[in-house]
């Protein structure tokens, strides 16, 4: 029996180093990097440096995942009405490509007129014959990306603090963050700083996982703090504030490195930056704060509005929940403690909602006042980190010969109102302003939008975006859905043309880098054969760039690896410190990958890298306040500064009184919700993919978590099948009694497939002309986004593309009954 090295590709980002076990039958089974006794076993297996990229539950299942009984083998074609699961018949590759290519032209035809192809192209080849529309914004990670580029400069460019250097703490935060079930194998780094004695403190709506495992709370502050969701930034704002009064933040690192605390702060820019909208250099140019937009005035702000320093707490503690005297402790211990370390990774449930932008930069902000953003040990950890340093791999040369025309961007999350309405959410105004700028196009009054292309690794976008209500209204409009995909997912039920494709296991052999460690470069051995008619995507789009004569190149992808790696080269600094040699391409093909980890004394601090002045920001420096931000007037809340900023429909509009002594917040429609829903991360889910997986499903059964006082003010008894409902609309899904969940709050985790339901809501949403009522399915999956508004968080700009998600804190209720169109 011999076995195959190979990376496990999926975007939860972790990318487990898998081995497939090969016998005459074929694949006989997978296990992972250090399922295999070896020499020093021991000492290996307990070890930080090198650490083992083990899989999880997801990786170890991927044969079920491949081999599910909804595996697509054949092209299909909706012969029904879009949306008929049971509607669509086999065809041949021919028939597909001659269907897929009269779609195209169709939209070439259009584009002679408008100067554009009317279609959403994300996988296709359409952005190489002409100009189409793409996507901006990331559901994962956007709201962090916008506070990264308003504080600390170009989000592809800064690197926060790598999760390794936790071990260097003094005291390490887990806020709004659950590695245990999202992201390994940072758990065992945590578990070994817990191991050195570092006191780790969970900040959370819910008992996690990673609560369970790792709190252990720091002299007067608890293991866990649980505020009430999308509150955390009320948090941070209390806990600055008694920072600031008690004398405990680094005034000397702030008046050096910072810009925006103090008022009337200014600063001629040293910055090497150009403004991505101008092009001008921010080098020379002097900006100050205005008058009330200081860091410091909004602490002061916050004193006088709530009448002095125990007023401050007292309000955050009836904000979030939190007992004042805790935040009091946690703000002491957290100034006093440095270095201190907050984990709250790209997937943290806080930065996930409408506020999330504005409790990001509460946490940069936090971080900066303390002088823990540029200190070994301290800073935070928001997106991908790794334990060492990383191989620059020369990137493969594209196969087409023509070169692709620059997309008109527009918001993954106005995407159906551009459908319905010709713009994303943007004024008119500044929709034609940024194409004329962007891409040389005058739209008129308005984008058309006729068709969509769905590549296969471009997501599950009906099932992964926000009012799916509003969205199947929206794409019964279009004239024709294209989706490349493995599985009869909910948006290839929703698409005319569904084309088979293959999973990165039967595709070949490549170079790879999917990590939460950069370090890493993994090497993807392909090896299963592909499942009926099933075809790698790039092979798609060379099947229709031939229709339209694209010029390919043929490429020998063997000899292009090869080409890669002797043109590779590791950092200096590594070699320096390591005397380090690249091992030889066999070598590397048969390990399936190489990392290069340093020890945690060695791990790289990438933001002490800058010095004053020096930051990739407008500004030079760690902004409080950002010029370009009040320049362009892009972001959510028009709030250009730090700062704690309410849900409409979060917290604060649940305590309003109803009038009977009940609490709940009476919306549009006229129904009240006394609850707020929050949407975790499944441990066996990456967002919606192994979402049909029947294994995992049955080891982690999709319920609504409620605690038990709410389940008995509603007569909920474990099991039951029960009715959550917004404006937006209804899932009905099965009830777990928990304490995990805090009492007002509810769990509908992530990532379940929609599926219309043969009972109707009504729904109360605006299309376009106005909030009205409308008749919609109940969503028997329990998909989380059928009860999400299509807000758009974070900064509303194409040009610096950052964008967060809209994923919970908003109010609803439960029901054992359907609710009917006045509950």
Not at 163 to 186: A, E
Not at 407 to 412: F, G, K
Not at 471 to 491: F, G
Not at 688 to 706: A, C
Request: with cysteine.
């Amino acid at each position: 029996m011999d076995n195959i090295c190979t990376m496990h590709k999926m975007h939860c980002c972790t990318t487990c180093r898998l081995k497939l076990w090969d016998t005459e039958e074929g694949i006989s089974k997978i296990t992972s990097d250090g399922d295999i006794s070896r020499r020093n076993a021991d000492e290996y297996d307990s070890g930080l440096y090198p650490m083992q990229r083990r899989a999880c539950m997801k990786g170890y299942s991927e044969l079920y995942h491949m081999y599910s009984p909804d595996r697509i083998h054949h092209p299909l074609k909706q012969t029904g009405s879009r949306g008929d699961r049971w509607g669509f018949c086999p065809i041949s590759w021919d028939e597909a490509i001659d269907q897929y290519e009269s779609y195209y032209e169709s939209s070439l035809e259009k584009s002679r007129k408008l100067g554009y192809l009317p279609v959403l192209d994300i996988g296709g080849i359409g952005s190489f014959l002409g100009t189409t529309l793409r996507p901006f914004g990331a559901s994962s990670c956007g709201n962090v990306d916008a506070a990264i580029t308003a504080a600390l400069g170009k989000r592809c460019r800064i690197n926060a603090s790598r999760p390794m250097d936790m071990m260097n703490s003094n005291y390490i935060i887990l806020w709004s963050s659950n590695p245990c079930v999202t992201v390994f194998p940072i758990p065992y780094v945590i578990r070994k700083a817990r191991e050195k004695g570092i006191p780790i403190t969970v900040v959370d709506c819910r008992y996690t996982e990673s609560a369970g495992a790792f709190a252990t709370g720091k002299n007067k502050v608890p293991p866990l703090i649980c505020p009430y969701p999308a509150t955390d930034g009320a948090l941070m704002a209390a806990m600055s504030y008694v920072i600031y009064k008690r004398n405990l933040h680094d005034n000397e690192f702030i008046k050096t490195n910072c810009f925006g605390f103090y008022p009337n702060d200014t600063v001629t820019s040293r910055s090497g930056e150009t403004d991505p909208v101008t092009g001008e250099a921010y080098y020379g140019k002097t900006y100050r704060v205005p008058e009330g937009e200081s860091f410091e005035e909004y602490l002061l702000g916050l004193e006088k509005e709530h009448n002095g320093y125990h007023g401050v707490l007292e309000w955050a503690a009836r904000t979030t929940g939190v007992d004042a005297e805790v935040i009091e402790n946690f703000a002491i211990e957290y100034a006093i403690s440095s270095p201190a370390f907050i984990m709250s990774r790209f997937h943290g449930g806080a930065q996930r909602t409408y506020n999330g932008f504005y409790y990001s930069w509460m946490m940069i902000a936090l971080c900066a006042m303390t002088g823990n953003l540029q200190k070994q040990g301290g800073g935070f950890g928001e997106m991908r980190g790794d334990d060492g340093y990383t191989i620059d791999l020369p990137p493969l040369p594209s196969e087409w010969d023509e070169k692709e025309k620059q997309p008109i961007l527009v918001s993954q999350y106005g995407i159906d109102q551009v459908i319905l309405t010709g713009t994303d959410g943007r004024s008119m105004g500044q929709l034609r302003e940024d194409v004329l700028k962007m891409n040389g196009i005058d739209i008129g009054e308005g984008l058309c939008l006729d068709g969509i292309i769905k590549g296969a690794a471009n997501g599950n976008p009906f099932n992964q975006l926000a009012n799916i209500n509003k969205r199947r209204l929206a794409w019964q409009k279009l004239d024709y859905v294209v989706t490349y995909e493995r599985h009869m997912t909910a948006t290839a039920v929703w698409s005319d043309l569904v084309l088979p494709v293959t999973f990165p296991l039967e595709n070949g052999k490549k170079f790879d880098r999917n990590s939460a460690y950069d370090s890493d470069i993994h090497v993807l051995n392909g090896v299963l054969k592909p499942v009926g008619e099933g075809i790698p995507d790039p092979e798609v789009n060379r099947m229709i760039g031939r229709r339209f004569n694209l010029k390919q190149r043929c490429l020998d992808y063997g000899a292009l690896m090869k080409m890669q790696w002797d043109k590779a080269s590791l950092d200096p600094v590594y070699q320096k410190m390591h005397s380090a040699l690249l091992p030889d391409f066999e070598t590397v093909v048969k390990n399936g990958g190489a990392s290069f980890p340093v020890t945690p004394e060695e791990v790289p601090v990438s933001l002490m890298e800058y010095a004053p002045g020096t930051f990739p920001t407008e500004t030079g420096k760690i902004n409080f306040y950002s010029p370009f931000l009040a320049c362009r007037d892009r972001t959510s809340h028009k709030i250009n500064h730090a700062c704690y900023v309410p849900l409409p429909d979060g917290r604060e509009s649940i305590q309003t009184s109803k009038g009977s002594g009940e609490r709940g917040m009476r919306s549009p429609s006229g129904r009240y919700y006394p609850l707020q829903f929050i949407t975790p991360h499944a441990p066996n889910r990456a967002n919606s993919d192994y979402g049909n997986t029947h294994i995992l499903k049955e080891l982690h059964p999709h319920m609504l978590q409620i605690h038990p006082e709410d389940a008995d003010a509603r007569n909920i008894h474990e099991n039951d099948l029960v009715y959550v409902y917004t404006d937006f609309g209804c899932i009905r899904i099965r009830a777990h009694i928990t304490r995990s969940q805090l009492p007002g709050v509810i769990a509908i985790e992530q990532g379940t497939w929609y599926e219309a339901g043969d009972e109707q809501y009504k729904a109360y949403f605006d299309t376009g002309e106005g909030a009205s009522y409308h008749l919609t399915p109940v969503d028997y999956g329990g998909c989380a986004n059928t009860l999400l508004e299509d807000v758009k968080p974070g900064i509303f700009d194409p040009f610096i593309d950052c964008m967060g998600f809209h994923a919970g804190g908003s109010a609803c209720e439960v029901s054992r009954t359907l609710p009917d169109w006045g509950d």
